[in-house]
């Protein structure tokens, strides 16, 4: 099945700098890959992704790059504020019918400092 | 309701004892989603219906759990003969097949 590695587990920057985190996966079929924010102790919410069509994809101040050879793909947040701190988890899925299971990493907590 | 609604929010019971949990998805997914969230880490799946029909259950640990939704709406997940690991947070998702999944504030248990 589906192996998703994040780095890293927790990441602190400095309000306005950029943050980056990145994700590996293992099933080259996989081609669609969220990133999803949780807030403590709130639901997990979308805030961006990506399909394998594409190598790049943007949204105000978040980003998502895809490298398909390398099976990996990273999250950038530009001009960081401090409601950007919580933990945020990438994902890959097959979208075909019957497989379609979201497989997370393990997260990691981002910390905006003042 | 406007989103994802799961019931109980806190659910502590002692070991051994039967759970069911629930999960109210949003009006018109088709597609429904189990996952467990232990501190610290990424939701993990457990089981996916498409419809009415479990398209994949292949992340339910053992068959002590168990999982329905017979009307291709709300959802039940049954836990039989908890134990302390079971201990976790589990979230419901629902979304329209393959995309973005909706959420809820999952239901929080605790065996003691």
């Known amino acids: 099945g589906e192996n998703v590695e994040q780095h890293p587990s927790t990441l602190s920057v400095q309000e306005g700098d950029s943050a980056v985190i990145k994700c590996t996966y293992s099933d080259s079929a996989s081609n669609y890959f969220p990133w999803y924010k949780q807030e403590l102790g709130k639901r997990p919410q979308l805030i961006i992704d990506?399909?394998?069509?594409?190598g790049e994809k943007k949204d105000q101040r978040i980003a998502v790059t895809l490298n398909k050879t390398a099976k990996h793909f990273s999250l950038h947040i530009t001009e960081t504020q401090p409601e950007d701190s919580a933990v945020y988890f990438c994902?890959?899925?097959?979208?075909?019918?019957?497989?379609?299971?979201?497989?997370f990493g393990t997260g990691t907590r981002l910390t905006i400092i003042p | 309701g406007a989103g994802v609604s799961q019931t109980p929010s806190n659910k502590v019971t002692e070991k051994g004892k039967y759970v069911e949990l629930r999960c109210d998805p949003i009006?018109?997914?088709?597609?429904l989603y189990w996952y467990r969230q232990s501190l610290g880490q990424g939701p993990e799946f457990l089981i996916y219906?498409?419809?009415?029909?479990?398209?994949?259950d292949s992340g339910l640990p053992n068959d002590r759990f168990f999982a329905v939704r017979p009307e291709g709406s709300v959802s039940t997940l049954k836990i039989q003969r908890t134990e302390r690991g079971d201990s976790a947070m589990y979230l419901c998702a629902s979304g329209y097949g393959p995309g973005e999944l909706f959420f809820g504030e999952g239901s929080r248990l605790t065996v003691l």
């Open positions: 990506i399909r394998s069509n594409v």
């Open positions: 219906f498409q419809g009415t029909g479990a398209a994949d």
């Open positions: 994902a890959a899925s097959r979208t075909n019918f019957g497989n379609e299971k979201l497989t």
């Open positions: 009006s018109g997914h088709t597609a």
